[in-house]
């Protein structure tokens, strides 16, 4: 299911936004939306950062046990588009909903009014994180084609 959507390249492991000083999950959203094939091109790139950093703004995307996903509408060319990342311990604060922080990113984005694919990969990737050994694999992944093995391997 997500591995239609994802590509080990737009895999980041580990993402180097949180070694900044301050961390921010700003900086973390925009290093992933740089990882969308979509965002190539610079306007588009911006375009689809304003578009999920204003839904971040209306609830954090932060489900908590460590894993946020970020997402929002942007005109792109494909139905749904996906990027991932792990951050290096202790994580970055994210306004989660156990107020712990995030390592495990994953950032949706969707055409506007596609809502079907994009509703299915949130939950999808909700069910998938309370898998707790799924959820330990992807922490310890060392690199992106492990990550990505390691989502293909879940899949039904």
């Known amino acids: 299911m997500l591995t239609e959507f994802i590509r080990p390249e737009s895999i980041k492991i580990p993402l180097e936004s949180p070694s900044l000083s301050p961390v921010t999950k700003e900086a973390v959203i925009a290093e992933l939306v740089a990882l969308l094939p979509e965002a190539a091109e610079t306007a588009r790139r911006d375009a689809i950062l304003k578009a999920v950093l204003l839904r971040e703004r209306q609830m954090s995307t932060g489900i908590g046990n460590g894993v946020a996903i970020p997402h929002g509408s942007a005109d792109i060319d494909a139905h749904l588009s996906l990027a991932a990342g792990v951050a290096p ?55 992106a084609a492990v990550f990505y093995e390691v989502l293909r391997s879940a899949e039904p």
């Open 89 to 143: 311990a202790p994580g970055v604060h994210y306004a989660a909903i156990d107020r712990q922080p995030a390592r495990i990113f994953f950032l949706l984005v969707a055409r506007p009014g596609e809502r079907t694919p994009y509703l299915q990969a949130l939950a999808y990737i909700a069910r998938l994180m309370k898998n707790e050994a799924i959820h330990q694999r992807l922490l310890d992944a060392p690199s």
